[in-house]
């Protein structure tokens, strides 16, 4: 985007992106790069993730540090986490930003998959802010960024243990925003409403739901990455150094 805000702060900042290689992610690790932040990000899609890293080296000049990971093995965050310290330094941006929006019927839940989709959807967030927290306090200030959703504000069924994560991004957003302010480290929630990245368009966006985005957002335009990119863009520079504990929603007027 040629007419994308400049953040001079943003700019040598050890950036951490989880689920960075393709979606909305992928267009984070595009705009940090792009203002000359220090971009690494974990993400389970390594053919699209390697892609990525090609276009934004060619694009920004610089290629983001790709660590492959999957999210719901806590001591390979721990580790990916050590490697972009030893490789790049203290992280001073985490944006938690990886999830999975798989459906499910309220009868076909299992423990086991209630479990698997907490694995993926809420505990890396907070894992991920404990491993980067001592890298902020010692770089004296910092900016997390949990990503939420709209889809339960909304009422959404047809997936309650995604919504259950979601709405819990907030209780973990205060909570932290909270123990972490003390040290300068400032923690919000993102709540993107219903953005047309490629997945999106493939697996969920019919005929039929394009009219109710027609009928619910205030605005008729389509939500698209940069624009979720933009606010967490001025959530994680200085620009925005007196929000935390917020929730900032990107929904084209939706919720
Ligand atoms: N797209 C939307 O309409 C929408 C709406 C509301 C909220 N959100 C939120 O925005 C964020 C990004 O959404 P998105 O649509 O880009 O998601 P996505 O599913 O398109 O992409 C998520 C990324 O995380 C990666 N990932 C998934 N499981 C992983 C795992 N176990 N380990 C490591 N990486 C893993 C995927 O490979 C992918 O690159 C999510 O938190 C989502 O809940 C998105």
Redo the contacts with the bound molecule.
């Keep these: 985007m040629s007419n994308e805000a400049r953040y001079p702060s943003l700019r040598d900042r050890v950036t951490f992106i ?9 267009e984070l690790t595009r705009s940090f790069a792009a203002q000359g932040a220090r971009v690494a990000f ?4 390594e053919t ?2 390697r892609a990525l890293c090609d276009r934004v080296k060619e694009e920004t000049g610089q290629a983001p540090l790709f660590i492959p ?4 093995d806590i001591p390979a965050l721990q580790a990916a986490i050590e490697q972009v310290r030893g490789q790049l330094g203290d992280v001073s941006v985490l944006l ?6 798989q459906r499910h019927a309220v009868e076909e839940v299992t423990v086991e998959y209630w479990d698997e989709r907490m694995a ?2 809420q505990r ?1 967030m907070f894992f991920a802010a404990q491993s980067i927290a001592p890298h902020m306090k010692r770089f004296g200030r910092g900016s997390i960024v949990n ?5 339960w504000k909304i009422g959404q069924g047809g997936m309650p243990a ?1 919504t259950m994560a ?1 709405a819990s991004v907030h209780g973990l957003t205060r909570g932290l925003a909270r123990d972490l302010g003390p040290f300068g480290i400032r923690v919000n929630t993102l ?7 490629q ?2 368009l493939d697996l969920w966006v019919t005929p039929e739901s394009a009219k109710q985005i027609d009928a619910s957002q205030c605005i008729k335009d389509r ?1 698209m ?1 940069h624009h ?1 990119a933009a606010m967490a863009l001025f959530l994680a520079a200085d620009d925005s150094a007196a929000c935390t504990a917020q929730e900032f929603t990107v929904d084209g007027g939706w919720s």
């Design positions: 989880t689920g960075g290689g393709s979606g909305i992610g992928a974990v993400d389970i899609a699209e993730s990971c999957d999210l719901r938690n930003n990886a999830a999975n929006d993926i959807n890396p990503f939420g959703s709209i889809s995604y979601k709540l993107p409403g219903w953005v047309m990245t997945r999106q939500v990455p979720i």
